[in-house]
């Protein structure tokens, strides 16, 4: 079973977006009760993801290829339609280790975590 690995990381600033490119996409929920469907689509392509419940950092995640056409009905459906343009930076491996804090080693310096 696929599965979903949430991983956060604070940016200490904005000087790595001039590195990224960007892609513009659409996305939208269709249901976020417990079990999360999105539809999204990204330039020429569109998909359909089902997430399941979150355990821990992680959660089971299924994406499905989906034609355009469909896609774009069922965002028309969606309650919470966005669009946007992402950076693309790949993963956070691709930014300057200075640029990056992870957020569970500054919760722990807070004594949050």
Known sequence: MPLEIERKFLVINDSWRNRAPGARFSQGYLTNTGVTVRVRRAGSRAYLTVKGP??????????????VDEAEEMLRSSTTPTSRLRARTGSARSLPRSLLQKLGA???AQGLA
């Open 54 to 67: 979150q355990r821990g950092i992680c959660r089971s995640e299924f994406e499905y290829a989906i034609p």
């Open 106 to 108: 500054r919760r722990r």
